[in-house]
């Protein structure tokens, strides 16, 4: 089941260097720790009053949605497993309080 | 002057008025497509202003008055030349350059009611509370290139401010590829005959123009204020280092800043 309350969002544009590593690695960092999150690809340059209210300045650029975390750059995968364990933590007390 | 007529001086009566007339009209020529800062004395010093769509480098030690000078740019196009400009702030909370335009006789807060005047905070403080990692080895300034595209095509902006640029060379890392990036933005704003000042820092007591090396080398013309000690007192200095495809005035000029703006002393 996919959670509501967290999400994560690429900015990106045809421009984004090593853009298909970064959706390689945010898919590959889902999957070693069974999250079902929803990625938000946004394309800065076709929606750029996203840019302006999000700050975006460089892509690529990952929010994690809910536990307001953002990636500038190109993460490795070790460094998104830690920053999405936390995000899994967060869940797994949502469900034991339901 | 012109000098007495006399019948053998005709001809050099002559001469030295086709002279002065030919003077006059390269200086009209040189004039047209120029963008008029509107700063007290600064357009004489680059004879009769900016050239339109260029990008130009205001460079200064903490202090110097590099802030100023460009929100003056931005408020003087905005105020008597009818042309729409836009601040974008990457480092300093917009709060605190309000706070600072508040000292000088300027209606920035009519301007910014009125669309003639946008003000765009992109500073770490704005991105609010979230968490960041960096890793910028990999990426491309398109972000900022898409923001400044849609509020220069939206608000028909002729003059933009980014200051600063050299907060980019700090937390991007690799200055070439900022330097590109910046080439790229700066292309966009030429083809939009926008005139930009991007301001840049220098440290006090260091050589060279720019504190990266490599910021001028994208710009137009490069300006550099700053301050020196005299006695107990402070003197400000404006400089115009380069000035591509025009002659400017070479060497130093004292300024003032009051509460109408910056004035070039002569």
């Not at chain 2, 704003?189 to 440290?203: A, D, I, M, N, P």
């Not at chain 2, 090396?213 to 402070?234: H, N, T």
Request: glycine residues 10%; proline residues 4%; contains cysteine.
């Amino acid at each position: 089941m996919k959670s509501e309350k967290y999400k994560i969002v690429i900015f990106k544009t045809n421009r984004t260097p090593g853009y298909p590593q970064v959706l390689r690695t945010v898919r590959s960092s889902l999957k070693k720790l069974n999250l079902n999150l929803e990625i938000e690809e946004v394309d800065v340059s076709e929606n750029p009053e996203m840019a302006v209210r999000e700050g975006v300045i460089s892509t690529p650029t990952i929010d994690i949605v809910g536990i307001n975390w953002r990636f500038i750059g190109l993460p490795t995968e070790e460094e998104l497993i830690v920053v999405l364990e936390a995000l899994k933590e967060g869940e797994s007390l949502g469900e034991r309080e339901k | 002057m012109v000098r007495g007529r006399s019948k053998e001086g005709d001809s050099g009566f002559l001469t030295e008025l086709k002279q002065r007339i030919k003077i006059e009209e390269e200086l009209v020529e040189a004039v047209k497509g120029r963008v008029p800062t509107g700063i007290k004395g600064f357009d004489e010093l680059v004879r009769g202003g900016l050239f339109r769509g260029g990008t130009y480098l205001v460079s200064g030690v903490s202090g110097a008055g590099k802030s100023i000078f460009c929100l003056e740019f931005l408020y003087r196009g905005a105020s008597e030349f009818d042309e729409p400009g836009l601040y974008i702030s990457l480092e300093e909370h917009l709060d605190s350059l309000l706070r600072n335009a508040k000292n000088f006789n300027w209606s920035i807060d009519e301007l910014v009611d009125q669309h003639k005047l946008i003000l765009l905070d992109l500073s770490v403080v704005a991105v609010g509370e979230k968490s960041l990692s960096l890793n910028p080895d990999v990426f491309a300034l398109d972000g900022l290139y898409a923001t400044i595209e849609a509020i220069v095509k939206e608000g028909g902006v002729k003059r933009v401010v980014l200051d600063p640029i050299s907060v980019l060379f700090l937390q991007y890392g690799n200055p070439g590829v900022v330097r590109r990036e910046l080439n790229i933005i700066s292309s966009m704003l030429k083809r939009y005959r926008c005139t930009s000042l991007f301001v840049t820092e220098t440290e006090y007591g260091k050589p060279g123009i720019t504190r990266f090396g490599v910021e001028e080398f994208l710009a137009d013309g490069v300006f550099i204020l700053y301050w020196e000690p005299e006695g107990d007192k402070r003197s400000r200095y404006i400089e115009v280092y380069k000035m591509r495809g025009s002659p400017h005035y070479e060497g130093k000029k004292r300024f003032s800043i009051s509460e109408d703006g910056i004035s070039i002393l002569f």
